[in-house]
Each structure stands twice: as structure tokens, then as C-alpha cells.
């Protein structure tokens, strides 16, 4: 029995040296093929002229799965890469570098097979009638020409959306957002000013209270992750670099619903809100936020005794994640629409992705409607869907033609035999027509919802074979680093998070601010 024992364990020893070896064969061709892209066909100009808005998920996914010898395709977007945004918390606090996360667009179009026109600018307009998107360069360099516009055949919108501030007077000014990279930036520059401000020589108590106070408004995840990551860092770093502000530092949740992570079952937000209070963070739902000034916040709840209270709650850092708002060249684009009379949070589609009222544009992710939640998971399913759809569009087009030119070369053939073959290869094609338009329109699977809530835990809502599987603690924060580390979007992106996790760890994360 011993020898067996031993030849198991060598098996076992063969079989994870095998796929190490594997594992790393398959990065470092990963890293090869990412550094030496081939040659690439020029757009054809006599193709239809697909536009695509947007290099987000949405935008993204459907550019990863599009056919693009197919079309003569344009992307307009003011951000020349993709930003894995569930990981974009992580940055606020240095645990992961911005950089990281961000994959340029040039380098994944290089890699397509016929050319993509890119333009970093933003749209302003979209006149559906003329088939025309005016393109404006908002960047900080501008040539003699920083707008122009841009003809289209076919239009995808995937501008996502702003960060919504119900007209909440100094939102705009004083707080910072969660949305993008320069977000993450500013706020873990304000940690840090807020900590060394707190420390300055002759700094009153209260205002020393006042800078050390951390406050999120919003309980969606975006402000549950957020508040867990500040906490972590409070935990495993400031602590440790500054302990004189210790006693002080304080982050608090304001909510304006009962509860937070609505979207999560009822077993996981008890979890996450007991976590919260292990972690001493504080909750503080069925609280409003109504004004903000530079340094507090007036929040309204319902004291005991059934009456309204406003509170004043003095903050050194505010951050703002109440959600999604419409952008403008959206709203301007339904308002054009009389389909679109009813629409609010976006431009309604119908089951194709199509916008309802317009023919030719399409409209994946965020600023879509299509009674999905605005997730990065919904978009990415949008976007591989209407790339499916396009390659078939175009397949059918192919068909099309040639069983034309078939049939004139029928109607011409003299001999009886050409004219059998021709017939054959006519019912050929028919039946391949109605292969590829079998096509049917977009479902969602949902995959379920993860979210890490600090202290090395996270919560996890899964769809399984069987149901749903509802699991919160250490072990779902393994899960969720490995799902979100496999869903990086190249090779050099997992890569790089895999190596901030270990600096972080190994070295604490950075309390310099730059
Ligand atoms: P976006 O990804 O926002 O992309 C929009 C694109 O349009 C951008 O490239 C932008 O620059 C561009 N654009 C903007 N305006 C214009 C214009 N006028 N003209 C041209 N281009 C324009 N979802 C999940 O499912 N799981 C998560 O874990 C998760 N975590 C998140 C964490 C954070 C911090 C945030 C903010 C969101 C998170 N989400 C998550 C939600 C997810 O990021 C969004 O649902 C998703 O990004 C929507 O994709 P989109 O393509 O519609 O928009
Ligand atoms: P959200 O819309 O999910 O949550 C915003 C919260 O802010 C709401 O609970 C709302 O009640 C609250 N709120 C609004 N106004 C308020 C006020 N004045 N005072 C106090 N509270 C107020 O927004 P979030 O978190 O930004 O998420 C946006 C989208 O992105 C969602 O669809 C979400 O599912 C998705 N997302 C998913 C993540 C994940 O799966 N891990 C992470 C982050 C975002």
C-alpha cells in the first residue's frame, strides 16, 4: 500500500507539473500572438459603413466577435482603451494599478483581420434621418480640426451612461464619482490628502474628525465595494503608516432604501451589512441624501418619532454612486424619435437590439433598454449577440448575391445538364439561407452577481443547474478573484492584476500620494 500511495502521489506530481507547464505555454503564446499581430486588409469603402460608439463592454464584445472584412468599420470613443470597471474599486486604493485594467483599443484592433478606423472623439449628435454622427475631439491636444462627422449605413450606441445626481444641488461639485479610471485616481489622491490634512500641525480635533471621515452615499455595489476596499486599506496599511490617526478614520454608507445590495438575496445582504459592522463600517440606510456642500452632507430620515430629521454629516472625502443618469447624445437621439416618446433611462430596443422607431442603429449596454440591469454582464451578452447578427447579416447578403448571379447564369444556360447543376447548387444555397437566418433574437443568461464587500470576503448570487446558489465569506472572495481574473480581457491584463495582488500583499499597498 505504501508503494501505491507513492505512485499516486507521483501521478499527482506529474499531473500539476503538466499543467504548469501547460498553463504557461498558453500565457506566454498569449503574450506572443498579443505582440505580433498579422497582416491586416484594408476596409473595403464599397462595404456598408458600420459605426460603432462607445469601447466599453458593450462596444467591445461586439468588436472582439465582429467579422470586420465584412463592413467598412468606424469606433468613435473619447477613451482610446477598455476599462475592466469591476475591478475599478480596487483602484481607489492602489491595490490594483489603474493601468492594469485598461487595455488599449488599438492593440485588440490590430489583431482583427480587415482594418478598423479609430477615432478618439466624442459624439454630439446623432441625426438618425441623415445618417450622419458630428464627432467632436475633447482631448487636451487639438488639431485645426477637432470636429467633423461621420456617414453611417449602420450605427451600434454603446455610450453607456453618467453618473446619475438627481439634480441634488453641489453633487456635481464637491463629491467624486466611481465611473471611470480618473475617478479612482482622484479619490485615492484625496485618501491620502485628507489623511496628511488630518495630521497638520495644529489641526483642531474637529477638523481632524471632519477629514477622517469617509463618506459613500449610495448602497448599490458600487458604494458596498468601494466602502470594503477603503476599509481594507484603513485595516491593512494606514493603519500601520499613520496610527495617530487610528482612532479617527471612519467610513459611512448613507443609503436612502431599507437595505443595501438590493439586488442580492435577502441571506446575503444580512451578511454583507454584519460584515459591515465587523468591519466597522457605518450603515446608515433609509437615509437620503438631499445637499451637499464642500464639507458636509444633509441627509433627511425619519427620526423615532415618526418625524422627518435633516442631518448635517461633515465629510473630509464624498463619493457619489447612486447609479446611472442618460447621456446627453442619447437623450438628444430619443428626443428626435417619436418611438422613443415614453423611453427614460434610455433608448428602448426591441428584441434584435434594435432601436425602437430608427432603422439601421442598434443600442447595446448601458444605454439600452431592454428591461436588463445596467451590468457589465448584460452589455458583454449585447454586444457577441449583434456581432453574430452582423456576421449573419453579411453571410445572408453573400447568399443573396450569388443565388442572383446563379439564377441569371439558370435563365442564360443553354445545355440541360449546366442548367441541373446551376438548380443543384441553387437548392444548395437555399437551404444554407435558411440556416444562417434561423437566427433567433437576444436572451440573457444571467450568470449571477458577485461582489466583494472587504476583509477578504465577498458575496456571490450564482444561477446554477439547479436553481440559485446564494454563498458569502473567505472562500467566495477566491471565487470572485478568479472569475474576475479569468475575465480580464487579455492575457497582459490577468497578468498584471496577478502581480498587484501579490505587491499588495507582499509589500502593503502605496500610501504616497502622487
Ligand atoms: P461602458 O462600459 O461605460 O462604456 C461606454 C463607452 O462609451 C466608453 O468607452 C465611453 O468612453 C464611451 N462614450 C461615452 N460617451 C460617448 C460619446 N458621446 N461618444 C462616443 N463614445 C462615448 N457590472 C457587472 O456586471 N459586474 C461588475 O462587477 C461590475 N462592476 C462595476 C464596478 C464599477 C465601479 C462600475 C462603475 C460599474 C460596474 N459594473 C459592473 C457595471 C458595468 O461596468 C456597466 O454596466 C458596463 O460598463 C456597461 O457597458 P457599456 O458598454 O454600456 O458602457
Ligand atoms: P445602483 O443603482 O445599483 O445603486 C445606487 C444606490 O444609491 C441605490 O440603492 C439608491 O437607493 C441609492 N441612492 C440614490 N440616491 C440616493 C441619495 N440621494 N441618498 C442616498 N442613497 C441614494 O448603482 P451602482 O452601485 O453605481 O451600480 C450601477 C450598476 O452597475 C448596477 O446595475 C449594478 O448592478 C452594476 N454594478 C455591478 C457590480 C457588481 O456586480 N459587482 C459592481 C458595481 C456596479
Avoid at 503564446?29 to 486588409?41: F, L, R, S
Avoid at 444641488?169 to 485628507?194: N, T, Y
Avoid at 446608515?284 to 441624501?289: A, D, E, L
Avoid at 447624445?329 to 432601436?355: C, W
Wanted: charged fraction near 25%.
Amino acid at each position: 500500500p505504501k508503494k501505491s500511495g507513492f505512485r499516486y502521489f507521483r501521478w499527482a506530481w506529474r499531473a500539476t507539473y503538466l499543467s504548469a507547464i501547460a498553463g504557461l505555454a498558453y500565457t506566454a503564446y498569449g503574450i506572443y500572438e498579443m505582440k505580433n499581430p498579422g497582416d491586416q486588409a484594408e476596409p473595403d469603402p464599397t462595404k456598408k459603413t458600420l459605426v460603432i460608439l462607445g469601447t466599453g463592454w458593450g462596444a467591445v464584445s461586439l468588436l472582439k466577435k465582429l467579422d470586420t472584412e465584412n463592413y467598412n468599420v468606424v469606433v468613435v470613443s473619447p477613451r482610446n482603451y477598455f476599462l475592466f470597471t469591476p475591478l475599478l474599486p480596487s483602484c481607489t486604493t492602489g491595490t490594483i494599478e489603474h493601468r492594469s485594467i485598461m487595455e488599449p483599443v488599438r492593440n485588440f484592433l490590430r489583431h482583427k483581420k480587415a482594418s478598423v478606423k479609430f477615432y478618439e472623439a466624442e459624439a454630439t449628435k446623432i441625426d438618425y434621418e441623415k445618417k450622419v454622427v458630428y464627432v467632436n475631439d475633447d482631448s487636451e491636444v487639438k488639431g485645426a480640426t477637432s470636429s467633423t462627422e461621420i456617414h453611417f449605413d449602420m450605427l451600434v450606441v454603446g455610450v453607456g451612461a453618467e453618473n446619475a445626481t438627481f439634480g441634488i444641488p453641489g453633487v456635481r461639485e464637491h463629491s467624486c464619482f466611481l465611473k471611470e479610471v480618473a475617478d479612482a485616481q482622484r479619490i485615492r489622491k484625496r485618501i491620502m490628502d485628507c489623511c496628511e490634512t488630518a495630521t497638520f500641525k495644529d489641526q483642531s480635533p474637529e477638523e481632524r474628525k471632519r477629514l477622517l471621515h469617509m463618506v459613500v452615499v449610495g448602497g448599490g455595489p458600487t458604494g458596498v465595494e468601494f466602502a470594503g476596499e477603503l476599509q481594507d486599506f484603513f485595516e491593512n496599511d494606514l493603519k500601520t503608516w499613520m496610527p495617530e490617526i487610528a482612532d479617527e478614520f471612519r467610513v459611512t454608507l448613507v443609503e436612502a432604501l431599507p437595505s443595501v445590495l438590493p439586488m442580492f438575496s435577502k441571506q446575503l445582504i444580512d451578511y454583507t451589512e454584519q460584515t459591515f459592522k465587523e468591519e466597522t463600517i457605518d450603515i446608515r440606510t433609509k437615509t437620503m441624501v438631499k445637499n451637499v456642500t464642500k464639507e458636509y452632507i444633509e441627509a433627511e430620515y425619519v427620526g423615532a418619532d415618526g418625524k422627518k430629521v435633516l442631518e448635517k454629516i461633515p465629510y473630509g472625502l464624498l463619493v457619489w454612486a447612486t447609479g446611472n443618469a442618460v447621456r446627453p447624445v442619447v437623450k438628444d437621439l430619443m428626443s428626435q424619435i417619436p418611438a422613443q416618446a415614453d423611453a427614460r433611462r434610455g433608448l428602448n430596443v426591441n428584441e434584435y437590439l434594435v432601436v425602437k422607431g430608427a432603422e439601421n442603429i442598434w443600442a447595446v449596454g448601458d444605454c439600452a433598454v431592454a428591461n436588463y440591469a445596467p451590468t457589465a454582464q448584460v452589455a458583454a451578452q449585447e454586444g457577441a449577440f449583434l456581432a453574430r447578427l452582423f456576421n449573419q447579416m453579411a453571410k445572408t447578403e453573400e447568399i443573396e448575391t450569388e443565388l442572383k448571379n446563379l439564377s441569371n447564369a439558370q435563365e442564360t444556360a443553354t445545355n440541360k445538364d449546366a442548367r441541373d447543376q446551376i438548380f443543384g447548387n441553387i437548392k444548395d444555397l437555399q437551404k444554407r439561407l435558411r440556416r444562417v437566418n434561423s437566427m433567433g433574437p437576444f436572451e440573457y443568461s444571467h450568470q449571477g452577481s458577485l461582489a466583494y464587500i472587504g476583509s477578504e470576503k465577498a458575496v456571490a448570487d450564482i444561477s446554477w443547474l439547479t436553481g440559485n446558489i446564494a454563498t458569502g465569506g473567505t472562500v467566495t472572495y477566491f471565487f470572485w478573484r478568479s472569475a474576475y481574473l479569468s475575465m480580464c480581457f487579455s492575457t497582459r491584463n490577468r497578468v498584471l492584476v496577478l502581480m498587484d495582488w501579490i505587491k499588495a500583499k507582499t509589500f502593503g499597498r502605496d500610501v504616497s500620494r502622487e
